[in-house]
């Protein structure tokens, strides 16, 4: 929000760790770095589509990014976003999750709730993931299969109450099926 055509954006990897409940470290700076490098290099192709029957589309990276480093560690990330993503962001057109709605997500087993939601509303339908691959997916450090299933149904539960979902189901072989509520 605020961003201006083009305009640089800069992170603090120690500012930002911590805003989202990690610690600041070698390992969590890398895996910070590798989800910005993913973000950059992965092809999108979004549609908006328009109240008139027209549609907006975007195909390309959402990012591009630089950064500065020690030792091969970023002091600071620098990203920018191509002018043609911009055109995404204009008053015509409205993104489905809103700001108020993530910030509502608060208690235990709220920052993998926030992460289950932007994955939520980032697709017409959530589309169904085993539980290894959403846990891989948002950076979780929990070994164990069980442990993070617990944390899984208790950020489900707050979505649920947040009213983001409808309803979730974990199938005996993993299988997270997730069905959206209208926005």
Same mark, same amino acid.
């Given at each position: 929000?605020?961003?201006?055509?083009?305009?640089?954006?800069?992170?603090?990897?120690?500012?930002?760790?911590?805003?989202?409940?990690?610690?600041?470290?070698? $390992?969590?700076?890398?895996?910070?770095?590798? +989800?910005?490098?993913?973000?950059?290099?992965?092809?999108?192709?979004? =549609?908006?589509?328009?109240?008139? *029957?027209?549609?907006?589309?975007?195909?390309?990276?959402?990012?591009?990014? +630089?950064? $500065?480093?020690?030792?091969?560690?970023? *002091?600071?990330?620098?990203?920018?976003?191509? /002018?043609? +993503?911009?055109?995404?962001?204009?008053?015509?057109?409205?993104?489905? /999750?809103?700001?108020?709605?993530?910030? #509502?997500?608060?208690?235990?087993? #709220?920052? @993998?709730?926030?992460?289950?939601?932007?994955?939520?509303?980032?697709?017409?339908?959530?589309?169904?993931?085993?539980?290894? =691959?959403?846990?891989?997916?948002?950076?979780?450090? =929990?070994?164990?299969? /069980?442990?993070?299933?617990?944390?899984?149904?208790? +950020?489900? $539960?707050? @979505?649920?109450?947040?009213?983001?979902?409808?309803?979730?189901?974990? #199938?005996?072989?993993?299988?997270?099926?997730?069905?959206?509520? $209208? #926005?």
């Amino acid at each position: 929000r605020g961003c201006k055509p083009n305009e640089e954006i800069r992170i603090n990897p120690r500012d930002f760790l911590l805003s989202i409940g990690r610690q600041d470290g070698m $390992e969590n700076r890398k895996w910070l770095w590798n +989800a910005v490098r993913k973000m950059a290099k992965t092809l999108l192709e979004i =549609t908006i589509s328009l109240p008139d *029957d027209r549609r907006i589309k975007f195909v390309g990276s959402l990012l591009a990014i +630089a950064s $500065e480093e020690t030792n091969g560690i970023p *002091d600071e990330i620098r990203m920018r976003l191509p /002018l043609d +993503a911009l055109r995404l962001y204009n008053t015509d057109s409205k993104t489905l /999750l809103s700001m108020r709605r993530r910030l #509502s997500l608060k208690g235990p087993g #709220s920052q @993998l709730a926030k992460s289950l939601q932007s994955k939520i509303y980032s697709h017409k339908a959530p589309f169904p993931m085993k539980i290894e =691959t959403i846990r891989e997916q948002c950076g979780s450090k =929990t070994a164990r299969t /069980l442990d993070f299933k617990k944390k899984l149904i208790l +950020a489900l $539960e707050l @979505l649920m109450k947040n009213n983001d979902i409808k309803s979730y189901s974990i #199938s005996k072989d993993g299988l997270v099926e997730i069905q959206r509520k $209208e #926005s």
